[in-house]
């Protein structure tokens, strides 16, 4: 708000009471938003209604969403008019984002349309090319989509308006995000599970999310659940969740118009006085009682009421497309025409079809437009994170495998500098694990952020707290989407297995980054950083239930212009890998590793050369000289299987010593691929430096085997390629015997090795046969003792002697 802008309260009666200027410019502006919508979904010629219409103007497919349009318009040009008289920042989420020809509308109504795609000028052609394109090849999708200007929330998987909302107005003092909640999207536990969002805002470094839960009565095929609750008892609900409940109802014209204005300007003004309060000492530090709006209006308004004798306006039936068949239908192409004219739009476009000065009255002003807002376009904070240097962080490595460390524990140091250097662009987002993943080093700069009472046995738990913790793998990645996708930096902390619950929203973020690197106006957010620990191989001591690696595969799914996954082995590639991941822009950076004590192997700078080569032959491990090729090659990529491969090499090295093994570690799983599949794909020569183009390759991963067969599809004879990996064998057991249920131990990859190798020396078969007692013998140890043998437990890579390595 500029320095001569009125404050609220002197303008409170100018927003609660509509002038008739008002009233005209609003109800204008929401006649040709529905005109436009229709217009969308039905027309490819004659937009303007110049002639009768006939069935060739009609698009032969039907598709599009009309039942939640006209509420979404009645609230974009209620907004609309909040923010022409306040300067109010906002920006426009759409739950229902099926309702997308009228955000589409919206956006060509404000101009921003045109300002974004040129050819779809505001006038008649441009208007042919916007009802042409909606929902047809050649053209744009459906939905509130990522080519829909001022939109960062697509709404076609619904449950997420709310956290997206969230997420982006903290740390975002001016902005206010309208989030619409569509009474069928209530009905999902991602939405369910999302109203706690204001016990976690602060009123005096955050901005604001005013909900409008909007019952129209039905979903695609029936009645939704709130819609036909008492609303005393919808009332209750909300007030339960700490919201101040404004109500809306009706279908009267103008009377809605003015009820609206009203409901609006109440819940701002509401906003206002608790931000007020919070940033000039008035704030009494308990969690405010937030607005929010139920707004109750027919499904399917001013659209046909009765088709072929059944009621349609208020039903389900006007979810879609109320008017099916209108090309060989007459009486519905008369009924279609008739309805479009209903909204009178000679008084709406001028000759030339641009929109009339009426409707043009109701728009804001150049960025402070819903569609224009910089906001919804990767636009608030700074470009660049502040990020420390990792190396800082870094393990002094003397020798590989001779030390143990928490790897993770050093990232958490990095991300509490990182926090330091970033008061209000970065933000950890975490399902109550933050210390449990060793990432509590966070906790020196910033408390838990929490809005509701705290008492002194809490600890790092506070209102001004920036570390997002909230026992919900829904609103944590969700609050780190809004947050990246309004231009801040962050990473999501979870359990290996349960980032599988937020499996479906990495997916659709994915979806999101792949379609906006094809639009030139899309800003690039930063990535979406996805740290998983307490992994599959290390969850032996919560069973079966804590131990699935299923997110890798999802990510690898996507397209390359998106997708990342890396397998760090430990502390120093991880910083490495860290350090790229939060400067990165347009990624989904998938980081596996776990927090338990393991293993270091790399200096930091053999791990800053490794993790940029995507991976490489670790000599010291194997028994190859690079003069000739070797018998068998073991490679692995993930922390766990990485230090079996090293045993087992060990083993090979020792006992079989006239066996040429070369040890190959993927820190990219990436690189694997050709570079014809991705970016990433190392190039053929270095692909056959590391495995060569003929050598078996037994291949120990963390994940499920499948992936990587997918990846080195179509490199040299990939079926030489024998993957090891998680085969869905866990239970409550030994970190060990995870691995031996698994086939992935030291001693079945050392069996892999004799099996599929080039040339058998002797003592192959004694070895085989010592591998598989000490599997007898482990299988008894643990039974016995209820932990590993001591020699597997603590084994680390001996130190080679002089003249050795």
Known sequence: MTEDSRTATSIASDLTQLTDADLAAIDAWWRANNYLTVGQIYLQANPLLREPLRPEHVKPRLLGHWGTSPGLSLLFAHASRLIRLTGQEMIYLAGPGHGGPALVAAGYLEGAYTETYPEVTQDEEGMRRLFR??????????????????????????????????????????????????????????????????????????????????????????????????????????????????????????????????????????????????????????????????????????????????????????????????????????????????????????????????????????????????????????????????????????????????????????????YRRNPHDFRLFCPDETNSNRLGAVFDVSDRAFAESVTAADVSLSRD????????????????????????????????????????????????????????????????NILLTSTAWRNDHNGFSHQGPGLIQNVIAQRGSVSRVYLPPDANCLLSVADHALRSRGYVNLVVIDKQPQLQWLSIDDAVEHCARGGGVWSWAGSDDDTVDPDVVLACAGDVVTMETVAAAAILKERLPRLRVRVVNVVDLMALPRPVDHPHGMADTLFRELFTDHVDVVFAFHGYPGAVHQLVHGRPDADRFHVRGFIEEGTTTTPFDMTVRNRTSRYHLVMDAINNAGRTPSGATELKRWCEEQLRLHHEHVIAHLEDMPAVRDWSLPVPGPGEG
């Not at 001016?174 to 991602?190: F, N, R, S």
């Not at 979806?511 to 979406?528: D, G, N, T, V």
Request: with cysteine.
């Open 133 to 418: 394109q909606f929902s047809a090849p050649g053209g744009i999708p459906s939905h509130v989509s990522v080519t829909t200007p001022g939109s960062i929330h697509e709404g076609g998987e619904l449950g997420y308006v709310l956290v997206h909302a969230f997420g982006a107005v903290m740390d975002n003092p001016d902005l206010i995000a309208l989030a619409v909640v569509g009474d069928g999207e209530a009905e999902t536990g991602p939405l369910e599970g999302s109203w706690k969002g204001i016990s976690f805002l602060n009123p005096a470094r955050d901005g604001a999310v005013l909900p409008v839960l909007h019952l129209n009565g039905a979903k695609i095929a029936g009645p939704t659940v709130l819609a036909r609750k008492d609303p005393a008892e919808v009332r209750r609900l909300f007030e339960g969740h700490g919201y101040e409940v404004i109500e809306v109802s009706g279908e009267d014209l103008p009377g809605m118009h003015h009820r609206v204005a009203e409901a609006l300007a109440t819940a701002y003004l509401r906003i206002k006085e608790i931000q007020e309060a919070a940033r000039t000492g008035g704030w009494d530090g308990r969690r405010p009682r937030w607005p929010m709006v139920v707004l109750r209006s027919p499904k399917g308004w001013t659209g046909p009421d009765v088709v072929d004798g059944t009621q349609v306006a208020g039903t389900w039936r006007a979810h879609q497309v109320p008017l099916s068949g209108v090309r060989d239908n007459l009486e519905h192409l008369a009924m279609l025409e008739d309805w479009m004219r209903s909204y009178r739009p000679e008084e709406l476009f001028g000759n030339d079809g641009a929109p009339a000065a009426p409707v043009l009255a109701a728009n804001p002003d150049g960025p402070l437009r819903m569609s224009a807002h910089p906001a919804a376009n990767a636009g608030s904070g700074k470009d660049e994170l502040v990020v420390p240097d990792f190396r800082d962080f870094a393990l002094d490595v003397a020798a590989p495998g001779t030390s143990r460390a928490e790897s993770t524990r050093q990232l958490g140091a990095m991300l509490a500098e990182t």
């Open 465 to 528: 707290g920036r570390v997002m913790e909230v026992l919900s793998e829904h609103n944590c990645h969700g609050w780190l989407e809004g947050y990246t996708l309004t231009g801040r930096h962050g990473l999501f902390a979870t359990y290996e297995a349960f980032a599988m619950v937020s499996a479906a929203q990495t997916i659709q973020h994915s979806k999101w980054l792949e379609e906006s690197s094809a639009l030139s106006w899309r800003k690039p957010p930063p990535s979406l």
